[in-house]
């Protein structure tokens, strides 16, 4: 008797998806969360491999926040799609900010790119590209940074009508992510490894208003800190007015909350601040500054400024210039006004020359290098806990609490003379200090 044949499935292997992130934070996480859903529908999915494949789906995640960012998105994508006219990626896909932002536009000027999406676009991405949208998956990402830190997302968006920032049109309105989501992601990182916990949103302070009619922030630090395995919690992207002090009741409370804030500030001038429509006054920044000084006693404060904001005068910036001297931050960053449609401060003249507003920018981390020289000195002889995140070349890198990824100080330990682990936790006594630099060796 004949069987019948039984046919085999045909499995059709997927193109390999290579995603590339460019911009911030919150973009990473974004990354992180679609490579997750092509994960899940069985997709091989890199992170910015160099290697491509004339079937590769390139997924470029873009950002259109400042010139800069916007022309090396441009120049991204335009890469990859003379890549695919010379037959070697198979399609490019284009989203977050800048698609967002410009889509007509990009259609209409680089039409060569298979489709281009939002920022709350994914759904449709997946579908573009013959994957599905598993909602069992909510949470799940490949982690793109070292699997012993993460971003993490605490919301999207912001309600801040600051005058100068394009972000609410790209990213919408504030939207606080439900708790038990958030709690449920961070026992699955820890799970699977992370030991840092990076807090991001475009407002973190604003967690909660719009779900629980209240900022929520300090019940959220808690029970992300009770989760097993998270050793340290930071908090990035801090808006100065309304800043919910119970949050530094928290940082007091628990160990594994680092004593570190990130308050990016723009400025201090009354007439600056009044124009950027930053809700909060001079004195009431300085006051803030203090309190929560005064409250976490050697908490290390970030901040970002802007330099020659429309109007900016040289009284302005001279009055920025002492503050910064005066306040002493211990990190501190500093962009030179870029001009954005559809913004509020687009209606005023850009009137302060560029090379005005770079020598401004520059002046300013003049002064901070020295103040951060001046605070690591003081940092000789005291041994700190430090998390391991790369060997480069003779030496182990790693941070202090006092210290974000990418962007803080670095204490460098000499492997020719130490061993760690990358992930792990170190103690280590400081030996020397530079600019933004601490060099230390490991002690029990
Ligand atoms: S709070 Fe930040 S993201 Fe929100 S509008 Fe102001 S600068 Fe932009």
Known sequence: MRTKEISKPIL????????????????????EILMGQLKGNLFDVVHESDKVGKDDIIVINTCGFIDNAKQESIDTILQYSELKDQGKVGKVIVTGCLSERYKPELEAEITNVD???????LQNLLTSIGANYKHELIGERLLTTPSHFAYFKIAEGCNRPCSFCAIPLMRGKHLSTPMEDLVKAAEK??????KELILIAQDLTYYGLDLYGKRNLDELLRRISDVNGIEWIRLQYAYPSGFPMEVLDVMNERDNICKYM??????ISDNMLRSMRRGITKQKTIDVVNQIRDKVPGIAMRTT?????PGETEQDFEEMQRWVEDTKFDRLGCFTYSHEEKTAAHALVDDVPEEVKQ??????MEIQQEISFEKNQERIGNTYKVL????DGDFFVGRTEYDSPEVD???LIDATVDYATVGSFVNVKIDTAEDFDLYGHIVK
């Open 409 to 411: 100080n670095e204490v």
């Open 388 to 391: 391991i995140d790369k060997k």
């Open 189 to 194: 990182l820890a799970k699977s490894g992370t």
């Open 359 to 364: 020598a401004r920018a520059d002046a300013i």
């Open 12 to 31: 059709i292997k997927k193109p390999r998806v290579n995603v590339v992130t460019l911009g911030c934070s919150k973009n990473t996480y974004d990354s």
């Open 305 to 309: 400024l802007i330099t020659g904001y």
């Open 262 to 267: 990130d308050m990016p500030l723009q400025h």
């Open 115 to 121: 489709a281009y999406f939002g920022t709350n676009d």
